[in-house]
């Protein structure tokens, strides 16, 4: 019997990972914050996503359509951005 390496298989080139955070995020209206590579900082809903952008919602300025290329990062708008720490039980007065 000759002893073969068996080799793994290649990684999928698409996991769906984004697809199902950008799902959960819309479905929960999770606010978020997008920094774009100009520094600029947006605020709102995921309404809409697909392969090349994202639809913002903003309560009380315009939706934006941002292409993902211009993104920098994301985060929910509860967590802080340096170490994913939940800010949402934070008493603000003792900051």
Known sequence: MVNR?????APPEQTNAENFYYIKQMQAR???VVILNTGDEIRGL???YDKNCIKVHRAHEPNLLIMKSAVRLMYKQNENKNNGEDLSDRDPGNE
């Open 5 to 9: 390496k068996l080799r793994k298989p």
């Open 30 to 32: 999770t606010p978020m």
């Open 46 to 48: 995921i309404e809409w």
